[in-house]
């Protein structure tokens, strides 16, 4: 199928787990496979198996030392104090389980995948979708939340090796995308944004953190579909046009939707599937990853929605048997699973929630697109809340 847009995974994903009550120890990758299958919007010929990266490829950006201390934690099953210290894992959230090499490991392959098909040739797909993607705390020599290696960072990197002259990074995650940010905030040849909610870990990205190479659009809790739009609209888009990149890498962390227990925005998933429509407009290659997602039926729901928008797959108003049993067949420990919304089982989009666009959403954007007015605007809004 030249041409067609391509989504990437692994098995993988549904044979490992973080363990225990680790945020990440839900079904993710796997079930939102399962539903596009289910749903019949994946014929064969687009689906594409990944393979791990290796050692020299993830070497493009991270340190070696690092990267063989993951493999050792992976053969031996442990770490030593000293190594989990320096490394960060074993610790704040980056446990040592089975597949702690090879499960990050392949979904830096899966991205690097993803830009050999885009940079194919002709006959290239202009989209590829690879949900295991969007590791953007992965740091060169540490794991960070939940992210050993970062593979946007990594599929940036290949596309600019290629020859790819601009690349624009978009970050839809709740959490600031600062690994990314940060291993290119000295090259010009990539723009990263990233809209994430305000005061979060890992608290960087402010209204105050804007650059050549970077702009933040920290926004607050209750972040509706409305205001997500405006902020692409009136701040992604323009920044974008100017920048005129070449490729475009979308991280569609789904830990902003209302229905997730990470965050306190409050988007739909149809929210992020306009983002995504309209941002794939922006470049002629797009790179659309995952990213953050801890309500498996949130997250699975939102990321076939989005390869939906990208393939051009209807949305039915009500699932198929097929995918509403597999969802009922989900296990989540968390209170939110206590009670569950039928429609979690039985819809694929959630109810709209469309809203007034706030002053300090304005200002937001303002402060990406370079405007003063907005630094003295935000303190002023806060101190009247207080
Ligand atoms: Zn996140």
Known sequence: MPGSPRLIGSEIYRRSSYGGRHPLAIPRVSLMLDLVRALGWL?????????????????????????????????????DPPVSERHHIGRGGNPVYPEVFSRPATACGATLTAVELLLGGPDAPSVVHSPAGGTHHGRRDRAAGFCYFNDPVLG??????????????????????????????????????????????PHSGTIGDQGRSRRNLPVPP??????????????????????????????????????????RLALSNRALWRAVARLKTLAPRVLVLGGGGYNPWAVARCWAGIWATLSASEIPARLPDAAERLLRAVEWRHSLARNPPERWFTELADPPNEGPVRAEIRAVAAAAL?????????????????
């Open 43 to 79: 014929p064969e010929a687009a689906y594409v198996e990944a393979l791990p990266a290796t050692p020299a490829e993830l070497a493009r950006f991270h340190d070696p030392a690092y990267i063989a201390a993951v493999q050792r934690a992976e053969a031996d099953r442990r770490v």
């Open 156 to 201: 940036i990197l290949r596309l600019l090796d290629r020859g790819v002259a601009r690349v624009l990074y978009v970050d839809l995650d709740a959490h600031h995308g600062d690994g990314v940010e940060d291993a290119f905030l000295d090259e010009p040849r990539v723009l990263t944004i990233s809209i994430h909610e305000r005061g979060r870990w």
């Open 222 to 263: 209750g972040f509706n579909d409305s205001e997500l739009a405006f902020l692409i609209e009136e701040a992604v888009v323009p920044l974008a046009e100017d920048f005129a990149p070449e490729a475009a890498v979308i991280q569609t962390g789904a830990d902003g939707l209302a229905d997730d227990p990470m965050s």
């Open 370 to 386: 370079g405007g003063v007015k907005a630094a003295v605007l935000i303190p002023a809004l806060e101190q009247r809340r207080a």
